[in-house]
């Protein structure tokens, strides 16, 4: 039976009964400095995003049984600050009245964070699987996921760089290709305050010691995708590697 994988905003939907995103890196705005003056946004951007992601379900009639999280859901690593308790539980919350089951895969981000899940009885995963799907966060691959046809990721915050001889702009993408003979996912980050990483500077991969599972070469065997969401609209624009040379 083919699977129905839809990309909506920062998000993805498979068979209509699985909802996945990631790094949502809650605590950002705390971890980058004392912002106690300034009026902080990032967890009501994220509510709102996923509000409208469940607006559309409720208007398609899509009750989606899971949720998965594919790692970061928090950003400190040293400890869990009071901003990643607080928004972490109230999100939890709210995604426990979507869904029967809130499944969550450990990100290089998430230390200490089962001690914010246990008090919602949530388990913090290595990776999960379902049928022929994996889903991890993408710094390590797991050689139990062998054997599935589907690998979905995040961790890269993949965007690009698109331009014309007016502007120049960023948008957060969805990669999709293959490794080693499977299918492959990247997922943006959902994060609302940054659009990500920008793929054009992939050159420099090596030079950071970024680890992701992909190799830059691979992955500029990839194809760009942005979904628009005021469209409702995917917008495909070929290999990355014709992107960024």
């Not at 839809?6 to 705005?29: A, R, T, W």
Request: hydrophobic share 40%; proline share 2%; charged share 30%.
């Amino acid at each position: 039976m083919k699977n129905n994988i839809k990309l909506l905003e920062d998000s993805i939907l498979i068979n209509n009964k699985i909802l996945v995103i990631g790094d949502l890196h809650l605590g950002y705005e705390e971890v980058m400095g004392d912002f106690s003056l300034i009026p902080k946004f990032q967890y009501k951007e994220t509510l709102e995003k996923l509000n409208r992601i469940f607006s559309r379900f409720s208007r398609d009639k899509i009750k989606p049984e899971k949720i998965i999280i594919l790692g970061d859901l928090k950003h400190e690593f040293s400890r869990n600050i009071n901003s990643e308790w607080r928004e972490t539980l109230k999100l939890l919350d709210f995604l426990k009245d979507k869904c029967k089951e809130i499944v969550i895969v450990r990100g290089n981000h998430d230390n200490y964070l089962m001690n914010i899940l246990e008090k919602r009885g949530i388990k913090l995963l290595d990776f999960y699987k379902y049928k022929e799907f994996c889903f991890f966060h993408g710094d390590i691959i797991f050689n139990k996921c062998n054997d599935c046809e589907i690998l979905i990721v995040g961790h890269l915050h993949p965007a690009i760089t698109l331009s014309d001889s007016y502007k120049c702009e960023k948008y957060k993408c969805f990669l999709k290709g293959e490794l080693k003979g499977k299918l492959v996912y990247i997922v943006p980050s959902f994060i609302p305050i940054s659009l990500g990483y920008d793929l054009s500077n992939i050159k420099s991969w090596k030079d950071k010691k970024f680890d992701f599972i992909i190799s830059d070469k691979e992955l500029k065997k990839f194809e760009v995708i942005i979904y628009n969401e005021k469209e409702d609209k995917i917008y495909l624009f070929g290999k990355l590697g014709k992107i960024v040379g």
